[in-house]
């Protein structure tokens, strides 16, 4: 186990589903492949060259016992059950070990009302043991048919919470640094009832105080349950998206109190969408986030910051809205990278099938181009449905790669199974990607109905581990054991900007090679990643330089920095080794 070091952070305060199968292409059963689950022939792209990403699937014995539920049993064929659910990861009492959240999901009534199920919280014990932790916690309320965990320390207190969002609206628990929660979504002004897929955190207005962005999906409900038919002319399918209009999303502004406020026509929000992931980022290096949503069969839209006063909608003009083909895709997972390592933020969509996934090569001021061809990811083909997206150095290389979860949103699916294998994107230096899914791994290998993904160093070995949600099968917990190269992991801790200093880029210079990090709000599907930022190097024993930029403008550089360690740094202040191989 590796040496650690308890410090003291000083408080700052205190206060698609992508369905576009309409109704009329389920004219028949599918084939056997399909029911079974097995793997798609035509999605192989295994090199002549071996890869040496793999991960080892160590949830027998490792006490994570979890399986989030849709409700199908009961026969209604709701779309509601499509979204499934997404994983929260989150240090909830501070010992330097992630913890695990996984909402429940839900069940629906003979009305069809859906009817929430507990959620897990799992205390992460060390040496790959989880204890769930849930009850004593008090966080198994399930008012809501819940699907995604979007944890920050919203109050600036030095304790991480969680929003947990679903349809029924949010819910949010406040840690109470004692091992318990207080659930408190009312009392602080989030009165949503709407159908919320995905939420993320990030100080939209700069003031120091996380501000909040809530995607909603569609107006189905118990009362707009349309009959869409299945592939027998008695027998029902789930219906697609398009028979059902979008709903419009929520800005939330926090303050210091702790209390939240509706801005959403203020900052000039889109009246409609079909979202289902969100991230915040600063995709244009102004050190103020903006935010990128990604919808189901609509245009995705990009907000670019204002001075944190308003947004200006330049979704279309970015070049993220659309396809490669100039047509809205039915997009779910996201997440941000660097793939190719010259300064400028990508971002990758995750979509529905028949649709590959989306790469956006970032370009400066806001503009992007879409480079799927031109980097290879669509030749693994258009099979998938993509979900979860996690976008991280698996092999300290030097650059990021990327996994994709996969599984379908309808019973009776035509072009592909209804389990589906992941996706495992090894960068090739920048320049292209290939998929080795199949060698990285039993689980890589197997179909799933995933849903939601998170990453996180839980065992404190130095590389990043892989927590997935499936709907209707049990969680799985992912142990990285590729590591080859060196690393640098860091945890920023906000003073002028929000202790949680979504936005904060970080670059680093390690044996002459520049590798750019942000911390992000949201990504992946309905899910958050861990808030330390990971750094791979291959050989390098110290890090040259690293140069921090905060969302509040302060830019502070570090020199010298050992490689294999943990650091932590608060803003304007030198840094603490958390933990370090030696």
């Given at each position: 186990m590796d040496l650690r070091f308890l410090i003291l952070i000083p408080v700052l305060s205190i206060s698609g589903c992508g369905n576009d199968v309409g109704p009329a292409a389920n004219t028949k059963a599918p084939p056997d492949d399909q029911s079974s689950g097995s793997a798609v022939t035509a999605s192989k792209q295994i090199s002549d060259f071996p890869s040496d990403i793999f991960f080892e699937d160590v949830t027998v014995d490792s006490g994570l016992v979890f399986t989030n539920r849709n409700g199908e049993e009961a026969g209604h064929f709701a779309i509601v059950e499509s979204l499934g659910g997404g994983v929260g990861i989150l240090d909830i009492d501070r010992d330097g070990l992630d913890d695990i959240w996984l909402p429940g999901g839900g069940t629906l009534d003979e009305d069809v009302q859906p009817v929430g199920l507990p959620n897990g919280l799992f205390r992460n014990t060390d040496n790959w043991h989880f204890e769930n932790v849930a009850d004593r916690a008090g966080v198994t309320e399930s008012a809501i048919y819940s699907h995604g965990i979007a944890s920050a320390d919203f109050n600036n207190d030095g304790f991480t919470d969680a929003l947990v969002t679903g349809y029924g609206g949010l819910r949010l628990f406040h840690n109470l640094g004692d091992g318990t929660f207080e659930e408190t979504a009312i009392t602080c002004g989030l009165t949503d009832e709407s159908w919320c897929s995905s939420a993320a955190w990030g100080d939209i207005t700069g003031d120091g105080v996380l501000d909040l962005y809530v995607a909603h999906y569609v107006d189905w409900s118990r009362k707009n349950h349309p009959f869409c038919p299945g592939p027998t002319e008695s027998s029902r399918e789930v219906c697609p998206p398009r028979e059902f209009n979008g709903l419009p999303d929520t800005f939330y502004t926090g303050s210091p109190e702790g209390v939240f406020s509706d801005a959403s026509a203020e900052f000039g929000l889109k009246d409609d969408g079909k979202g289902l992931g969100v991230l915040i980022a600063d995709l244009n290096h102004d050190q103020q986030p903006d935010i990128y949503i990604t919808n189901d069969t609509v245009p995705n839209v990009l907000y670019q910051n204002e001075k944190g006063t308003s947004f200006s909608d330049v979704s279309l003009a970015s070049g993220v809205s659309l396809s490669g083909r100039g047509v809205p895709d039915g997009s779910m997972g996201v997440n941000l990278l660097d793939f190719d390592n010259n300064g400028d933020f990508d971002?990758?969509?995750?979509?529905?099938?028949?649709?590959?996934?989306?790469?956006?090569?970032?370009?400066?001021?806001?503009?992007?181009?879409?480079?799927?061809?031109?980097?290879?990811?669509?030749?693994?083909?258009?099979?998938f449905v993509g979900w979860g997206t996690l976008c991280f150095d698996a092999d300290h290389d030097g650059d990021e790669d990327v996994?994709?979860?996969?599984?379908?949103?309808?019973?009776?699916?035509?072009?592909?199974?209804?389990?589906?294998?992941?996706?495992?994107?090894?960068?090739?230096?920048?320049?292209?990607?290939?998929?080795?899914?199949?060698?990285?791994?039993?689980?890589?290998?197997q179909p799933h109905m995933a849903r939601g993904s998170a990453s996180s160093d839980l065992d404190n070995d130095g590389d990043r581990d892989i927590v997935v949600m499936h709907t209707g099968e049990q969680t799985s917990l992912l142990k990285n054991t590729c590591r080859t190269g060196n690393y640098l992991t860091m945890e920023l801790f906000g003073r002028n900007s929000a202790r949680d200093a979504v936005g904060a880029i970080v670059q680093l210079t390690a044996g002459g090679k520049k590798t750019l990090r942000q911390w992000v709000g949201g990504g992946s599907y309905a899910s958050t990643s861990t808030r330390l930022l990971h750094f791979g190097f291959n050989t390098a024993d110290t890090v040259e330089h690293v140069e921090i930029r905060w969302p509040s403008g302060v830019v502070q550089q570090l020199s010298d920095v050992a490689a294999n360690t943990c650091i932590a740094v608060v803003e304007s202040r030198d840094p603490v080794i958390l933990y370090g191989k030696d």
């Open positions: 971002i990758w969509v995750a979509n529905y099938e028949r649709e590959s996934n989306a790469v956006y090569k970032g370009q400066r001021n806001m503009l992007f181009r879409h480079v799927s061809n031109q980097t290879g990811v669509t030749a693994v083909g258009s099979l996994l994709v979860s996969n599984g379908h949103v309808i019973r009776y699916p035509r072009a592909s199974p209804l389990r589906q294998i992941p996706l495992f994107f090894e960068n090739m230096a920048g320049e292209r990607f290939r998929n080795v899914a199949e060698q990285a791994g039993t689980y890589m290998g």
